[in-house]
């Protein structure tokens, strides 16, 4: 059979045409144009099993680990961190490994420190205030210089329920006085260590989220001393933003917000199960979309607010050992990840939420930076300077009054040194092209002068610039 090299050069086009659509149309989950607004000094991290168990995927890839946090740009990296009783790190070779690869870079490490193999709520009643500061204080002993915060124990809250009374949490009634009690003595010596040996650093205290607020109640009425919520929160739980009736029609966070004094951290979520498959008939990439649109929605939920300080992604690597019929199983934990991970092959693949995290990052970090340095490289002569005094001050300009349009008249009317109509339209047309089809631009009956600025406002520029000024900073290809 005969295909003409014009029909074979043709379908070629349109694969191609197809491809730069659909990641095109991808790219439009994740922005409006304009980055989100977060608290100054807003924390970006993700969980991870490097220091807590002998997980397969986390236990001899920390190199890996250390690559992808930098490739993400993460600023902390959460790990329990399981001691002896005299503070003895138990997977001592793994956290100094770690540390010291992440020494000299921006990432730091949040441990979550407390063994419950030595809270035992149940049995004979024991010296837990003891046994948390002589735990503490020499972990503290060989690694404050560390650390910058410290979580105290992991989601407590769901091993003090009261099983009698327990209806969602939001009464300090529902949990056990007696199991939390001997919790509360654990972390005050924990707490008196830490105060004691790294006075400057911060301790956060997690609870599971939704609706249990009655053990952050408890917390307050025993005067327990620390300095952040830390909150989890899942899929099944909806959007955080949202009123509920339970709480006289205020959204978790401004419930929190309103009755503790404590900064507010979300330090776990994500779409339940991951990208797990579920009994819901989903394919494997319709279930990473699925996930990819769940984290997306609530880094959106994030814009404009001041409550949440920081944003913890639940976590960096898939564990399918957890549901593959070998030992200790517990499927609904294996799909977490924002990397899928092979374990006969030893490979990991990015899943669609990690894709979409980078573009995320990079843009509430980044984006007003990144859109000036886009304008000076295309429209200009000679390469971009941050440094330079007319890019600060477009840059500071951009920050305060968000205006693209503004920001666009005002670089094409004043900056010197600037290319020709011609080279600035070829200049715009190339960059578009590298995921757009940029025939529309082409077909449209305007001026060039007016195609430049109308491909300047778009979303479609605007995106690549994030992409692009990712690529030149951090190093990795954006999509893989």
Known sequence: MKIKFKTIALLF??????????????????TNGLP????????????????????PPYRNNIPLQVELLKEHQFDYYRLGVPTTL??????????????GMLKGTDIKILPILGGK?????????????????????????????????????????????NKSKFKNGISSNEYDNNKFSRFADYIRGMITAIREMDPSAKIIINSTGYLSVGFLHLLKEAHIDYDIIGYHWYSGMKEFGKSRKQLNNKSVYQYLADNFSQ???????????????????????EEEVQQRKMVMDYINELDNQHIIKAFFIYELLDEPHLDDNKGYENPKEAYYGIMDW????????????????????????????????????????????????????LKNKFEKTKKKNSIVKEFLRTQPNQKST???????LKKISKNYDVSIWKTKKRTKEE???DILLSNEYWIQSIIDNYKRKVGNKFYH
């Open 13 to 30: 086009l349109v694969v191609l045409g197809y491809q730069s659509s659909t990641q095109a149309q991808e790219n439009k989950f994740f």
């Open 36 to 55: 989100i607004e977060v608290p100054e000094g807003f924390i970006w991290g993700i969980s991870g099993h490097t220091t807590s168990t002998d997980s």
């Open 86 to 99: 005299n503070g003895v790190a138990k997977r001592k070779q793994n956290l100094d490994k770690i540390l």
């Open 117 to 161: 193999e030595f809270l035992n709520f149940d049995g004979p009643a024991k010296d837990y205030y003891s046994i948390g500061y002589k735990q503490t204080k020499g972990f503290l002993r060989v690694y404050k210089d560390y650390f910058d915060y410290y979580v105290l124990f992991n989601e407590v809250n769901r091993k003090i329920k």
């Open 263 to 285: 900064d507010i951290w979300v330090t776990e979520i994500n779409r339940k199960d991951g990208s797990g498959l579920r009994k819901d008939g989903l394919s494997k990439e």
């Open 342 to 393: 092979d374990e006969k092959q030893k490979k990991y693949t990015y899943k669609k939420a990690s894709k979409a995290l980078k573009f995320k990052i990079e843009e509430t970090k980044y984006g007003y930076e990144d859109y000036i340095y886009s304008l000076f490289s295309d429209l200009a002569n000679g390469n971009p300077n941050p440094k330079d005094k007319n890019f600060i001050s």
């Open 422 to 428: 011609d080279k600035q339209y070829e200049s715009l």
């Open 451 to 453: 195609t430049i600025k």
